[in-house]
């Protein structure tokens, strides 16, 4: 990482997408990659970190670098890291800043709670405007963070069109709170994962009232 921030400082033009997925890169090596993107001559738009062993003081430097230049950066990918709560709070400063430009954040199984989700919520709720993906699997969601996020997805400022909560002990509770959200507000969302959840039969009737309102864009559930 080390030498790559290195190159990519001394001509940080033209690269638009970096995948150091599954390498042991941590928090030292995302506080050198972090050298390069707060340089505003940095063009990077995607950077994928996934299985890196980046715990929330990576999720510090990341966030210190977007605020500084948060213009660029399209899409970000921490699935399966140690980023926690804490982490996700420390990337809800980058988010809530008007400036940001993030459209696609992956946190699948990042040890993100309902806590998380609040702040989130809170962050999206003040800048709703860019964000598209959210990926929250295989985090313990459940419904109280579901509940939290209904509270972006009402907002009729929110642009999010696929929201994947695979395996997020989410009940037919969630379920309701996710209708009753997409209801208010049906016209962007695209896709909308809740394999592997308690949802059942009532879960899906409640889902069914979103279905067949005629606003609405749902494309893959």
Known sequence: CAALTSALRSN????????????KVGDSGVKCLCAVLENPDCKLETLRLK????????????????????????????S?????????KRLCAV????????ETLRLCGC??????????????????????????????VGDAGVKHLCAVLENPHCKLETLGLYNCDVSD????????????????LRQLDLSYNKVGDSGVKCLCAVLENPDCKLETL
């Open 12 to 23: 940080p033009s033209h690269l638009r997408n970096l995948n150091l997925s599954w390498n």
């Open 51 to 78: 299985w890196c062993d980046v715990s929330d003081e990576g999720c510090a430097a990341l966030t210190s670098a977007l605020r500084s230049n948060p213009s660029q950066l399209r899409e970000l990918d921490l």
């Open 80 to 88: 399966c890291n140690k980023v926690e709560d804490s982490g996700v």
């Open 95 to 102: 988010l809530e800043n008007p400036d940001c430009k993030l």
């Open 111 to 140: 040890g993100v709670s309902d806590e998380g989700c609040a702040a989130l919520t809170s962050a999206l709720r003040s800048n709703p405007s860019h964000l598209r993906e959210l990926d929250l699997s295989f985090n313990n």
């Open 173 to 188: 509770d969630g379920c309701a709170a996710l209708t009753s959200a997409l209801r208010s507000n049906p016209s962007h």
